[in-house]
C-alpha cells in the first residue's frame, strides 16, 4: 500500500482479554516499530524489528505484550490479559532505511480501550 | 539516558502570524538526529522537518525552519505564515545511534485563529 495501514483503528475490550493489533507497513521497508501513546503523551517506544527478527524490545512493559513479525513484513502486537492501564493509541512505524536515519513513516494508530 | 523536553502543553497564533514551538534535550552523544513530527486529530504523525546534528546550517521546509543550538541542546521550530491547516499537537524527537529509536517530547498543541 501506499502508507503504513493499521487495523482495527479502534478497539474496546474487557480487562483480562486478549488483543491482537495488526501493522501492515509500506513494501520495501524493513524495518518497522511499535510505539504507545497514552493520553496528553508523546509517543513511547514498544519494540523495533529489523525483518523478521525483534531487534530491539527493550521498551516492551511486560510479559504480557509480544509482538511478531513472521515473513518481514506484517507484525502483530499480542496484549495477552488487557488491563484499564493498557488504554493507549498504538502507532505502527516503518523505514526503508532502518534504524540510522530515524527518519520514520507512521500509521494513524489503533485505539485500544480497556473497560 | 537521552530526553526531550517540550515547555510549552499549549501554543495559540493568529492566521498568517508567525509562532516559535520550544524543545531541549539532554544527551551526551555527538552524533544525533532532531526531528519535529505534526499530529493532527487523524493520529498520524508527518514529519515536518529533520536536522542532523553535525550539520551547523539550520534546516528549512518551506514555511517551517528551526533553531538549532547544538551547545544549548536547544531545538526550537518556528512557523511562518500560519494556516489554519497547522493546527495540530507538535511532537520534538532525539535519535541517536546508540539508542537506535525516537525519544519523544509530550507535545506542544497548536490552535491557529482565524
Known amino acids: 500500500g501506499a502508507g503504513v495501514s493499521q487495523t482495527p483503528s479502534n478497539k474496546v475490550t474487557e480487562k483480562g482479554k486478549y488483543v491482537e493489533l495488526r501493522c501492515d507497513p509500506i513494501?520495501?521497508?524493513?524495518?518497522l516499530y511499535w510505539y504507545r501513546q497514552s493520553l496528553g503523551q508523546g509517543p513511547e517506544f514498544l519494540i523495533y524489528?529489523?525483518?523478521?527478527?525483534?531487534?530491539?524490545d527493550s521498551g516492551l512493559p511486560n510479559d504480557r505484550f509480544f509482538a511478531v513479525r513472521p515473513e518481514g513484513s506484517v507484525s502483530t502486537l499480542k496484549i495477552q490479559r488487557t488491563e484499564r492501564g493498557d488504554s493507549a493509541v498504538y502507532l505502527c512505524?516503518?523505514?526503508?532505511?532502518?534504524?540510522?536515519?530515524?527518519?520514520?513513516?507512521f500509521g494513524e494508530g489503533s485505539r485500544l480501550t480497556v473497560l | 539516558a537521552q530526553t526531550v523536553t517540550q515547555s510549552q502543553p499549549e501554543m495559540s497564533v493568529q492566521e498568517a502570524e508567525t509562532v516559535t514551538l520550544s524543545c531541549t534535550y539532554d544527551?551526551?552523544?555527538?552524533?544525533?538526529?532532531l526531528f519535529w513530527y505534526k499530529q493532527p486529530p487523524s493520529r498520524q504523525m508527518i514529519l515536518v522537518i529533520r536536522?542532523?546534528?553535525?550539520?551547523?546550517q539550520n534546516a528549512t521546509e518551506n514555511r517551517f525552519s528551526v533553531n538549532f543550538q547544538k551547545a544549548a541542546k536547544s531545538f526550537s521550530l518556528k512557523i511562518s505564515d500560519s494556516q489554519l491547516g497547522d493546527a495540530a499537537m507538535y511532537f520534538c524527537?532525539?535519535?541517536?545511534?546508540?539508542?537506535?529509536?525516537?525519544?519523544f517530547g509530550k507535545g506542544t498543541k497548536l490552535s491557529v485563529k482565524p
Open positions: 524527537a532525539y535519535f541517536g545511534g546508540s539508542q537506535g529509536n525516537l525519544i
Open positions: 512505524a516503518s523505514s526503508q532505511q532502518g534504524r540510522n536515519t530515524g527518519e520514520l513513516f
Open positions: 544527551t551526551s552523544e555527538s552524533d544525533y538526529y
Open positions: 524489528f529489523q525483518g523478521t527478527g525483534a531487534a530491539d
Open positions: 513494501s520495501g521497508h524493513t524495518a
Open positions: 536536522q542532523e546534528a553535525y550539520k551547523q
